[in-house]
């Protein structure tokens, strides 16, 4: 009603500007997993736990054997737009997967989060956060590492929980998203357990850590996640033009399939999922694949941080390129080029 007396203009309490913000970092279970596994990998951690119950909508726990964060700074990892992960400088550094300083703030105003912590030399300590009221930093027992625990997603938004979709698919999200997660990161051994009917669970996906040069370690991580016929069934692409690198799979076009099933992109190690590298896609396979059919990939571009903005949609994964024309030209000639010269060599084979 705009007769109504005009009402003074406020600043938000934090804990709502938190619960705003939460509706841009977590949509589902499956964001969650996201924000706390790249927390983890920002951690410098080797291995990465997942246990989820009820598709995520119970219990999310992440344990990684990274750095850890000192006592004294835990109730800071729950504040918003705290971080570590910038000094200013390197604000729009991608190379750190996550730095806007609101995951966790985020997640502990829509659920029930306790966070468990130790750095090498100290002792363990956890915090714990529900609807945005934070507690008492606690001494804890754990050997090494963090353990994030989430309980109870959206329990006081209940608009928020109707929204969520069956405990399966909800599953089915996390699956997807630890699989991509996995991809960004060969050098990290990871599981999944779904422990819904309590005690250990079941592993629902596990993968090794590895050593070994790194794209023969990429190459060995694709295999187990997309499956070794993509490997076998894939060129090899490496490419790089004014400071973008782009390398990876491609699907041999024999290899393509009706629907879009395996097309992976990671930007600087992170997970994307982007119009315009999709569009380069098409445009790169439009010689060799008739438009109902769908190629594979997993393609790894790499870029000065400063030259691509992660940050439009901090959960949706949207990409922003300072330059879009010098990545999609480099991603359609790379392709072109690595997918002719297959052919090529299949020609000259069937021709001797
Ligand atoms: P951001 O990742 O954008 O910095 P978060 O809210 O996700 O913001 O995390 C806040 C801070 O908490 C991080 O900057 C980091 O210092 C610390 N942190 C979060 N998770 C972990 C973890 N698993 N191991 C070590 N430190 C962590
Ligand atoms: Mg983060």
Same mark, same amino acid.
């Given at each position: 009603n705009i007769s109504a007396p005009r009402r003074p203009i406020r600043q938000l309490d934090d804990a709502s500007a938190n619960r705003i913000a939460a509706g841009e970092v977590v949509e589902r279970p499956s964001s969650v997993v996201k924000e706390l596994v790249e927390n983890a990998m920002d951690a410098g951690a080797t291995r990465i736990d997942i246990a989820i119950a009820d598709g995520g909508k119970t219990l999310i726990r992440v344990t990684d054997d990274g750095q850890g964060i000192p006592a004294e700074e835990l109730p800071l990892a729950l504040s918003?737009?705290? *971080?570590?992960? *910038? $000094?200013?400088? $390197?604000? %729009?550094?991608?190379?750190?997967?996550? %730095?806007?300083?609101e995951a966790l703030p985020s997640i502990g105003s829509v659920a029930r989060l306790t966070i468990t912590s130790r750095v090498q030399g100290a002792e363990a300590h956890s915090l714990h956060v529900s609807g945005g009221q934070i507690g008492a930093v606690k001494p804890a027992a754990l050997t090494r590492g963090t353990v994030v625990e989430v309980r109870d997603l959206f329990h006081a938004t209940p608009a928020r929980l109707k929204f969520l979709r069956s405990d399966r698919a909800e599953v089915q999200a996390i699956n997807d998203m630890v699989k991509r997660l996995a991809m960004a990161a060969p050098e990290i051994g990871m599981t999944l357990r779904d422990v819904s009917g309590g005690g250990e669970g079941r592993v629902t996906f596990s993968v090794e850590r590895q050593g070994g040069d790194l794209i023969s370690v990429r190459d060995a991580r694709l295999a187990a996640i997309i499956g070794r016929d993509f490997v076998q069934n894939a060129v090899t692409v490496e490419a790089e033009r004014d400071g973008v690198r782009v390398s990876g799979l491609a699907g041999l076009p *024999?290899?393509?399939?009706?629907?879009?099933?395996a097309q992976f992109f990671f930007i600087n190690g992170r997970p994307v999922r982007d119009k315009l590298l999709i569009g380069a896609l098409r445009g790169a396979y439009a010689d060799f694949l008739s438009r109902d059919r769908h190629p594979a990939v997993a393609l790894f571009i790499d870029c @000065? @941080?400063?030259?691509? $903005?992660?940050?439009?949609h901090p959960a949706k994964a949207e990409v922003r390129f300072r330059e879009p024309g010098v990545v999609r030209g480099l991603i359609i000639s790379a392709l072109k080029h690595a997918l002719a010269e297959a052919g090529h060599r299949a020609s000259s084979t069937v021709g001797a």
């Open positions: 918003r737009h705290a *971080t570590s992960k *910038t $000094d200013g400088a $390197d604000l %729009f550094n991608i190379r750190y997967l996550g %730095f806007r300083g *024999t290899y393509s399939r009706g629907a879009a099933v @000065p @941080p400063e030259r691509v $903005d992660v940050n439009v």
